[in-house]
Structures are given as structure tokens and as C-alpha cells.
């Protein structure tokens, strides 16, 4: 056989191709064999290639077929850009830095989900085979989500109320694909395009990200290593009339930052004098480290604290499962609004969910994951504060997944990132967590991604290009 003449073949048929109507039936080999006096081995190879372009498709005893898509003119969307208009609604960049999939052999401490060595997996394939036996599976879940896990988010910030407060109902709950998802409805209905929404700085890029593509502006309010100052939140709800505050009271993506009781008692306040909501992100409820989580919204029935809280971080990526507790007509327009984006989550999904959080070996689970990510905590932090003595950490978080390092003024953020990169290092710069201008320059380094045998061999790498 001649590898030429088989590309020779390979490019007259692509020609062929080109011009012909999707299903079109190729010649016979026979008929290619005579038409480019070659052998049958050359025309069977030539076809082979065709058909891992996915140009053709061979249907054994009947013959080659042109494929429906085929690449082979490049395509032509030129026309989109006057349909399209401007996009001022673009994903900022580190979204793309944080989802990333790095390749095998770097050292990933970018991303934001735990490596999978620190997830219940058995107990979640064991509820997806019971979930895929059950009743549930094969039918429309309500819209609002399965009674009995709207009953459980309930229940488990319910279990926490003080006396003199209403616990939350299950009806209160509603059930979406993921906080991500849940924080985009938050944002259209309770702000709404051209509206304004009071974030922390920093604040997680999801969040940006999702004002962005609902149209909402922010109105930044410093947040450090104890959170933000209540005069500020009361500051900009008063002067731009906004009535929403989204924030992480509870280990806060990026900083660590948990409120202390104070705080968060001297901020509902705020909230509660200016008329306003509250959105209380509770992502990192499981996990904690040495702390407990104390969310807010156990001290509101007044319909002020939205809250939200996933399991698709701690109980698995393959369950995109939150719950939203909302009370009043914020929690209807978040129905309403949910009907018409997803409609409902699901009930597999739902009922694998709850399978998981609703047996013992979870608990157990926990605690055997919260152990041991803050044995990776400390060990990161020990690595960065030998290697890498120049970057600064303000806090040593009591729960999260993430450091959020400072580095020296004079860094030239971008150039230290693309540096460490080449070395084998994957780290996120800090700038995309701003909502405006960066304050300073930072990393948010993950501690519960794969590999933290070479966190020692991580903090070197960066102190090294830090001149440490
Ligand atoms: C603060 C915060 N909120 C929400 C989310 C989104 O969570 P989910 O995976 O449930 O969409 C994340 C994910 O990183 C997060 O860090």
C-alpha cells in the first residue's frame, strides 16, 4: 500500500464531499479502485481516514455515507456579530482560570471544587443506584423541588433557630441546579437589569459573573479578614437606595472570613432598617474546620436573609443540587422565576441528594473530610510560610477551601502567574474576585485539589519566582 496514493484518494474524495448533499452514498470501493488505479487495501484506508475526520460514515453491506456535519470549508458566522450587538455581558476572565482543566502533570491549586479523594463517592454511587430503582426518578418533580428535601434544607437551618424565631418551612424552600444557578435567579428577580446589588470586595467571581449576565451593577463594599465594616453596608444602601446585599458571612470564596456573631447581628440590623434583603451564601457550610458555621438567616423571619446553601461541592459535581429558603413574595418570584429558567431539578438527582445526606456514614464523612482538610490547610500554609515568605496571609481561614495570599506591591501579578505556570504551577490571580479595581495583589490558592503531597513543592516554586 502507498500512504500517497491513499492521501491522494483522501483529498480528491474530501473535494467530493464538499460539494455533495449530506447522505450522499459514495461511489463503490470497487468503482475508487478503478477511478485511482489503486488497490482495494489503499481505498479501504483512505475511507478509514475519511471516517475519523467524521466526514463519512461506513454502513457495513450498504455502503459510505456523507456525513450531516462536515468540516471541511471553514464556516462562515460573520453575520452574528450585527445579530449579536455588543457583548458587555462577558463572562469575566478568571472564571475561565477557575473551571480550567489543567493537564496531568502540574500542580493544579487553582480550582474551586475538592479533588474527588475527599468526597463521600461511594455513598453517592449507592444513592444514585437507589435513586435509579426508586419511584422518583421516572417522574416531574414538583417545580419548587421534592417535598422531602425541601423539607430537609429546612430542617437543617431550622434545627439551629433560637427560641422566638420561626423556623423555616419546607415550603419556604426551592430547590435549583446548583448555587450558580440559584445566584443568577437571585440576582434577575430580586435586582433585575439596571438595578444595583451591594457585594463584598472581594467577592466570588461567580457572583460578578452572574450580575454581569443579568445586567445588575455592583456597588462594592470592602470586606477583610473579619468581614465588612455594618457602617459601610448601611453607607451604600442608604446613598444608592439599593435593596439587596449579597455576601458570604461564612468562610468566605476568596478571603476566609467568617463573621463573628456581633457583626452579623449588627448587619441584619442594617439590613432590616433599610428595607432590605440580605442574600446569605452559604457554600461552605460543610466545611468547616474549627469553627461552626452560624448562618444568619436563623435569626430572621421577617423574610429579610435569602438563604443558599449547596451540595454540589460537598456531596458531589455529578449532583448539581442547592436549596434557596426564601420566605413571602421573594420567595414566589423566585419560583416563578425558576419555572421559567429550569423548570425543575432532576428527581434522580433530588432523591440521590437526600439519600446522601440523610445517612448516618454522612456525618461520618464529614467529619473525616473536614479532618483532613485541615491537616491540607495547615500543610499549605506551613509550605508558603517557608518557601514563600514574602506572601502574606492575613488569615488562616476556620473553614473553605482557600488562602487568599497577598503578594508584594511591587508584583507584577500577571507575569508571577504566567511564570509559575511554566514551572508546573497552576494559581489563580486574585483581580477576577474584585468587582472593581483589585486592591493589591493576590492568589487564591485551593488546598482541597488533588495532590497535596507537592504543596511543599508548590510553595517553592512560587517563592522562587517571588525572588524568596
Ligand atoms: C461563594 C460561592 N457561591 C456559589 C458557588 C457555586 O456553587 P455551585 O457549585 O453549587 O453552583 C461557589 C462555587 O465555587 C462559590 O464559591
Known amino acids: 500500500m502507498s500512504q500517497s496514493s491513499s492521501d491522494r484518494i483522501v483529498s480528491a474524495l474530501e473535494k467530493w464531499i464538499a460539494a455533495a448533499p449530506a447522505g450522499a452514498k459514495l461511489p463503490a470501493s470497487r468503482a475508487l479502485v478503478a477511478d485511482y488505479g489503486a488497490s482495494p487495501v489503499t481505498v479501504q484506508q483512505a475511507l478509514r481516514v475519511l471516517a475519523e475526520r467524521g466526514l463519512v460514515e461506513a454502513r457495513p453491506g450498504v455502503g459510505t455515507f456523507v456525513l450531516a456535519t462536515r468540516t471541511t470549508r471553514p464556516h462562515d458566522y460573520r453575520w452574528q456579530t450585527a445579530a449579536l450587538g455588543s457583548n458587555r455581558r462577558q463572562l469575566p476572565e478568571p472564571s475561565a482560570a477557575a473551571l480550567r482543566t489543567p493537564p496531568n502533570d502540574v500542580i493544579s491549586l487553582h480550582s474551586g471544587y475538592p479533588d474527588r479523594a475527599l468526597l463521600p463517592e461511594r455513598l453517592v454511587r449507592g444513592a444514585l443506584t437507589r435513586a435509579a430503582r426508586g419511584e422518583g426518578a421516572f417522574s416531574r418533580p414538583p417545580i419548587a423541588g421534592l417535598p422531602d428535601l425541601q423539607a430537609w434544607f429546612a430542617g437543617d437551618l431550622g434545627k439551629r433557630t433560637p427560641a422566638g424565631i420561626n423556623p423555616p418551612t419546607a415550603s419556604d424552600v426551592v430547590i435549583v441546579p446548583g448555587s450558580q444557578s440559584g445566584l443568577a435567579a437571585l440576582f434577575r428577580t430580586l435586582v433585575g437589569p439596571g ?64 463573621w463573628s456573631r456581633e457583626l452579623a447581628a449588627e448587619i441584619l440590623d442594617v439590613v432590616v432598617s433599610r428595607g432590605a434583603f440580605l442574600i446569605e451564601d452559604d457554600w461552605a ?172 513543592e508548590a510553595a517553592r516554586i512560587l517563592g522562587r519566582r517571588l525572588g524568596d
Open 195 to 258: 438595578g444595583q446589588l451591594i457585594v463584598e470586595s472581594p467577592t466570588y467571581w461567580g457572583a460578578i459573573s452572574a450580575a454581569a449576565q443579568a445586567g445588575v451593577d455592583l456597588i462594592p463594599v470592602s470586606s477583610g479578614p473579619a468581614g465588612p465594616n455594618p457602617d459601610d453596608v448601611d453607607r451604600a444602601l442608604a446613598e444608592t437606595g439599593a435593596r439587596v446585599f449579597y455576601a458570604q458571612p461564612t468562610y468566605a470564596n476568596p478571603t476566609g472570613a467568617q
Open 285 to 456: 457550610h460543610d466545611f468547616a474546620m474549627s469553627s461552626q458555621p452560624s448562618p444568619i438567616a436563623v435569626h430572621d423571619d421577617g423574610g429579610h436573609v435569602i438563604y443558599l446553601r449547596s451540595l454540589t461541592k460537598s456531596v458531589s459535581p455529578a449532583i448539581r443540587v442547592a436549596g434557596i429558603i426564601a420566605r413571602g413574595p421573594a420567595r414566589d418570584r423566585v419560583l416563578a422565576d425558576v419555572a421559567a429558567q429550569s423548570m425543575y431539578v432532576s428527581g434522580a438527582l433530588q432523591a440521590a441528594a437526600l439519600d446522601v445526606v440523610t445517612q448516618p456514614a454522612w456525618r461520618t464523612h464529614l467529619r473525616t473530610m473536614q479532618a483532613a482538610l485541615a491537616s491540607r490547610r495547615d500543610l499549605m500554609v506551613e509550605s508558603l510560610r517557608t518557601h514563600a515568605p514574602s506572601a502574606h496571609l492575613d488569615l488562616v481561614p476556620d473553614g473553605g477551601l482557600n488562602l487568599w495570599l497577598q503578594l508584594p506591591d511591587h508584583t507584577d501579578l500577571a507575569k508571577v502567574v504566567r511564570d509559575c505556570e511554566s514551572d508546573g504551577l497552576i494559581v489563580a490571580a486574585g483581580d477576577g474576585w474584585f468587582p472593581t479595581e483589585a486592591t493589591g495583589r493576590f492568589l487564591r490558592l485551593n488546598y482541597s485539589g488533588p495532590n497535596p503531597g507537592a504543596f511543599d
